[in-house]
């Protein structure tokens, strides 16, 4: 293959490659998705959800037998004490010990159940913090979502109408030009064409900025080429069923994760105050413990050597003549005890039990009783209140709901009416049976019944997500 081949076949691959890279079209569940990936609300609670993982397994090991091994080396020159024998040397000695121990709970008031259960509670109740965070997210990347397809089809009416302006302003021009109508009329007319060019600008922001809103929520770097793939929306016609703010109230205190989670909250501080009434009780402990050492002036007596019998003058005769006594001349054998040797003869153990009873200690154990009671009370109170709160979301997620559905419904009749008006009103028009302003008057009241009833319908649509979320139904179309 050719320089001038190669150069071409690897142009075409990093542009397949770059092509393949590039989302340019996003669904709903892709936008969602994304934004569930690369929030950082998401993943700072979900770090948090780790810890607590973490806490669990801690306070699941607490439980075990605690096991601690120790090794020291020391050096001693001069005189100083031989650690084996306790006896004075002059010589220098290095040392070696080792120890192992153990210790475990056999009762503590209950303590450490209790903070492995609260341990479970605080990971749950964080988990559904995180679901929580996810379903704020969720909830505007649909009303983002809902607002593009909103400026979408603004965009669609507002070029309609201006190319309906252009035709009538092109009319009156030639008109105008001909001396069939006034100078005035076509003025008019003109002027209109302006104000829909503005109105199809404006449009073009309010599209772009809901756009890049989206894109800012699902962390893309850039707003070039992205566009969102239209799902087909059914506008749903409310029921009484539906609509009812105790059965959806009802629904949302099992699916909320906000009352999830601060039932948890409420359950964990009820543990705090169990560990803390457990300070008032007798705690028990066992421990046991091997140790063990060595010492290079470890020492021991293999054999005697037998030399020359020693003659010592011990005194005398009564003749004077010199006494002596002999004594044998014994010499001990002296060798190093082996390491392995030494590790044996100085192993040591122990088995004991060590009962704490509180008496007095400043009143901490009731001080933290007390708080915990108080803590407690607090985590029922923010219950409530959260239930509370969720209510009233509930009411206003209803009312809204309702008003929404009425305004769409009487937006659509106002279109349908205005429509029929303008069409009307447009061959008048052209047939010189009205004036310029009663057209405009018409035209601009039908361009604001559209643009309502287009705001009502993704309202609506939008109110509805909000009732269906509280139900515990997935958030798509």
């Not at 000695?93 to 303590?111: C, D, K, P, Y």
């Not at 609506?460 to 958030?475: A, H, M, Q, S, T």
Request: net charge neutral; glycine share 4%; with cysteine.
């Amino acid at each position: 293959m050719t320089g001038k081949y190669s150069l071409l076949f690897f142009a075409l691959l990093f542009t397949m490659v770059n092509v393949q890279g590039q989302q340019t079209s996003w669904t709903l569940q892709q936008c969602l998705q994304r934004a569930l990936d690369y929030n950082i609300s998401i993943k700072q609670s979900a770090l948090s959800n780790e810890i607590n993982q973490v806490n669990i397994d801690q306070s699941s090991a607490a439980m075990f037998p605690s096991l601690n091994g120790s090794a020291s080396q020391n050096y001693y020159n001069g005189k100083s004490i031989d650690p084996t024998t306790n006896n004075f040397t002059l010589q220098e000695v290095q040392s070696s010990a080792f120890s192992l121990s153990t210790s475990v709970s056999i009762f503590e008031g209950f303590q450490l159940q209790n903070s492995l259960k609260q341990s479970k509670l605080n990971y749950l109740s964080s988990k559904n913090d995180l679901q929580k965070i996810k379903d704020d997210v969720s909830l505007n990347v649909i009303n983002f979502f809902l607002q593009i397809l909103y400026n979408q089809e603004l965009l669609v009416i507002t070029r309609s109408q201006l190319d309906a302006s252009k035709v009538q302003r092109d009319r009156t021009k030639r008109m105008n030009e001909l001396g069939s109508i006034s100078k005035s009329s076509y003025l008019d007319l003109e002027s209109q064409y302006a104000t829909d060019e503005l109105r199809l600008i404006q449009a073009q922001a309010q599209y772009d900025q809901s756009i890049l809103s989206l894109t800012q929520l699902l962390e893309l770097d850039s707003v070039q080429n992205f566009t969102i793939s239209a799902p087909e929306i059914i506008v749903p016609e409310p029921n009484a069923e539906q609509f009812n703010t105790n059965n959806i109230y009802a629904k949302a205190l099992t699916t909320q994760p906000i009352i999830k989670s601060s039932e948890y909250k409420v359950l964990s501080s009820e543990k705090s105050l169990a560990i803390a009434k457990g300070s008032y009780y007798p705690r028990l402990f066992a421990s046991g413990s091997v140790n063990t050492n060595y010492s290079s002036a470890g020492q021991t007596i293999v054999g005697y050597t037998q030399g020359t019998p020693l003659s010592t003058l011990t005194g005398y005769t009564a003749s004077g003549e010199d006494v002596y006594t002999v004594t044998p001349n014994i010499s001990p054998i002296i060798q190093d005890i082996p390491f392995n040797d030494q590790l044996d003869n100085n192993l040591g153990k122990s088995v004991g039990v060590t009962l704490q009873v509180p008496i007095f200690n400043g009143f901490t154990a009731r001080s933290n009783v007390k708080r915990a009671q108080l803590n407690y009370q607090i985590t029922q109170l923010n219950h409530e209140a959260n239930k509370k709160a969720l209510f009233k979301s509930v009411q206003q997620a209803v009312i809204d709901a309702t008003s929404s559905y009425k305004k769409y419904v009487a937006g659509q009749r106002s279109v349908e009416a205005l429509d029929e008006s303008f069409k009307f009103n447009e061959r008048s028009l052209e047939l010189g049976g009205i004036s310029t302003f009663d057209y405009l008057l018409s035209k601009n009241n039908y361009a604001k019944a559209q643009a309502d009833f287009l705001q009502a319908k993704y309202d609506y649509i939008f109110r509805v997500k909000i009732i269906d979320f509280y139900e515990g139904k997935p958030l798509t179309f």
